[in-house]
């Protein structure tokens, strides 16, 4: 049973930072590209970031040049830094496998940024 967890949220002033963590179990990751998401409320998940096994990133033109997208395949981790947050990157903040798998997603971790 594959596992991932999300943690690292929190309320954030605009133009603050967090580093979001997504921790999995097994070696999955190591296996997998591996992506973050988001909802925010009342809005469908949309993309924010991807990595592949390789290590290429991409992102969202929302947050390209303020968030970036790592991993530690040594940790099973997947971490998303996050910078010059804005209000509208308040959202609750998801980690999954590419192509995503519906039975991987876990609670999310929330992100509040106050204006």
């Known amino acids: 049973q594959v596992q991932l967890v999300e943690s690292g949220g929190g309320l954030v002033q605009a133009g603050g930072s967090l580093r979001l963590s997504c921790a999995a179990s097994g070696s999955i990751l190591s296996l997998s590209a591996m992506a973050w998401y988001r909802q925010a409320p009342g809005k469908q998940r949309e993309f924010v970031a991807r990595i592949t096994k390789g290590g290429s990133t991409n992102y969202a033109d929302s947050v390209k040049g303020r968030f970036a997208i790592s991993r530690d395949n040594g940790k099973n981790t997947v971490y998303l830094q996050m910078n010059s947050l804005k209000p509208e990157d308040t959202a609750v903040y998801y980690c999954?496998?590419?192509?995503?798998?519906?039975?991987?997603w876990g609670q999310g971790t929330q992100v509040t940024v106050s204006s």
């Open positions: 999954n496998v590419l192509p995503t798998v519906q039975d991987y």
